[in-house]
């Protein structure tokens, strides 16, 4: 066992939001000059030694060595080394180092200095016009236009990141009126089929006096026709099930537009991230959990969600595909002192010694540039430190990667638990109001709750709505969806508050998620009922056999 420290407040994790080191200003610039030339070497030192701790290798491999162990805010790069010649050491320097400020010193003509700039470096400088103020200049210049395009880079590596949030909510939200109304179906379909089993159960008794049942049930093949039926049944509803599953983890992972901070089962969250993560892993790696008991904690469960599914598509990335037999990914949880600890630990080919002090720092990655940004551990560690914990990992090359989270257990108020569903009454008695933009939804549901005995009278939008209201008066409760294009739940229930406030208790909404800033407001300041779509077995009717009952 390695003893966790917290994290420290690594120079990365902070770097975006100050200026960068500024020579102008007395501030200590930490340079690597990459030049052989002894002489044009001591001619830069001397330039630049007032204001800046400059370290010179002669080679470009030296170069990358140096990076990969030692801090660095810029590097100067003469374009002519012994291994290697003009525009291809710019070229391996930017693909290792994408992030890191470039000034090149050349001897060449001015031309191959514009085509440094196009290739990646933020400045140039001829040998032959040097001096200290234009070489201090290059050096500001170049950190400065460096810090706008990471600042620019992660700022767009945000929105995309908000814009597939809000479209995985979207698509959640698509994907569950038709699974609402699916598993509206297959529930009906379970119990019309155990009454035609009963019914030929009876039949069965009858074809032991009468041959002509006898020859119609054998010639039906009425048991292999039925067990088949069973299992079809079965597969369809589990299938859905997991649809309905996937569904939900994706609508939680894409949800955090908020930073409110709510009661979080953190084993909740972690099988949550191992659903949505499960495709990715298991090409890598067996996938193992073991989960303690926790306490309730205080968090944002989007951001933890998100640093669950980073931690483990990280893990993944570490093993190479195809040898998932003979690799592990673990991820346990448990509680330590006042707080809770999680690990994930993974069998991969470890980190590299000297980069484990970089492994936080915004944009630093040992990844190609398609397979990482580089900020997914940066986001983690600032998402643990928001949620007061701490982040470290232990590596060793060859035998794979832990890293452990702590967090804080904050007291948390109880609340009750959700009870199950109530046993299914058959009959129900009131008229009901159910008002759904999509028709198939709306006849399932109309199914269901005309099974239960229920009138049910249907509306497409809010305006048909208020017109039937108009109309046909009372209401013992109204079923609506939330959100529905041009006037939505929320309008339907100001109409009731304007107009019939006695009906506002008799209401329960209906949701897919993808909740806009407006609904999602509304349904905190007025706590109305709202259930999920696809609900869950006979939640529908539960809801309405409780609002009927107080209305009766």
């Not at 983690?380 to 452990?404: F, L, M, N």
């Not at 046993?423 to 999509?438: M, N």
């Amino acid at each position: 066992m390695w003893e966790v420290k917290a994290l420290p407040n690594k120079p990365g994790l902070s770097q975006l939001d100050s200026a960068p080191p500024d020579p102008c200003r007395g501030e200590i610039v930490r340079v690597l000059l990459v030049e052989d030339s002894q002489v044009d070497a001591l001619l830069m030192r001397r330039l630049l030694s007032r204001s800046c701790q400059v370290e010179q290798v002669t080679s470009l491999q030296a170069g990358l060595s140096h990076l990969r162990r030692a801090a660095c805010d810029i590097v100067v790069l003469d374009l002519e080394l012994p291994d290697v010649q003009g525009l291809d050491g710019l070229r391996r320097l930017h693909a290792a180092f994408p992030h890191m400020p470039v000034v090149v010193v050349t001897g060449a003509s001015m031309d191959i200095g514009s085509e440094a700039l196009e290739l990646g470096a933020q400045d140039f400088v001829s040998k032959e016009q040097i001096d200290g103020d234009l070489l201090i200049r290059a050096l500001r210049y170049a950190m400065t236009r460096k810090q706008s395009e990471t600042l620019r880079q992660r700022l767009e590596h945000t929105d995309r990141l908000a814009s597939l949030g809000q479209l995985a909510a979207g698509i959640a939200h698509e994907i569950n009126n038709p699974l609402a109304f699916i598993m509206a179906n297959l529930t009906l379909e379970r119990e019309h089929f155990e009454a035609f089993a009963e019914l030929c159960d009876a039949l069965e008794v009858q074809a032991k006096t009468d041959s002509n049942i006898a020859t119609m049930l054998e010639a039906a093949d009425h048991k292999r026709r039925l067990s088949e039926l069973d299992e079809i049944l079965t597969d369809n509803y589990e299938g859905a099930e997991r649809i309905r599953t996937i569904v939900r983890d994706l609508r939680s992972f894409a949800r955090s537009e908020t930073d409110q901070l709510t009661q979080v089962d953190l084993n909740e969250t972690v099988m949550t991230a191992c659903n949505i993560t499960r495709n990715e892993v298991r090409h890598h790696a067996r996938l193992l959990t073991s989960l303690s008991d926790l306490p309730p904690m205080l968090g944002d469960q989007a951001r933890l969600c998100q640093v669950v599914v980073n931690l483990l598509v990280n893990a993944a990335q570490a093993i190479p595909e195809g040898q998932a037999d003979n690799n592990e990914i673990e991820i346990t949880t448990g509680v330590s002192g006042n707080g809770i600890v999680m690990r994930v630990r993974d069998t991969g080919s470890g980190i590299p010694e000297e980069q484990l002090s970089r492994i936080f720092e915004p944009f630093f990655t040992t990844k190609s540039r398609d397979a990482g940004t580089g900020l997914g551990l940066s986001l983690c560690a600032e998402t643990i430190q928001r949620h007061g914990g701490s982040i470290d990992v232990a590596s060793q090359i060859g035998q794979g990667t832990t890293i452990e989270v702590r967090l804080p257990v904050h007291q948390v108020a109880n609340t009750p638990r959700p009870q199950p569903p109530k046993p299914r009454v058959p009959l129900g008695d009131g008229r009901v109001l159910l008002i759904d933009d999509e028709g198939s939804v709306r006849k399932a549901f109309s199914r269901m709750l005309r099974r239960d005995g229920y009138e049910v009278v249907e509306a497409e939008n809010v305006v048909e709505a208020l017109q039937l209201l108009e109309k046909a008066g009372d209401f013992d409760a109204i079923v609506c969806d939330l959100v529905m294009p041009d006037l939505d739940g929320a309008d339907l229930y100001h109409a009731l508050q304007r107009d019939y406030p006695n009906l506002c208790h008799r209401v329960v909404f209906i949701s897919g998620g993808a909740f806009t800033t407006r609904t999602r407001d509304f349904v905190q300041q007025t706590k109305v009922h709202v259930i999920q779509k696809p609900p869950r077995a006979h939640a529908l009717e539960s809801a309405v056999r409780d609002i009927t009952r107080k209305a009766g």
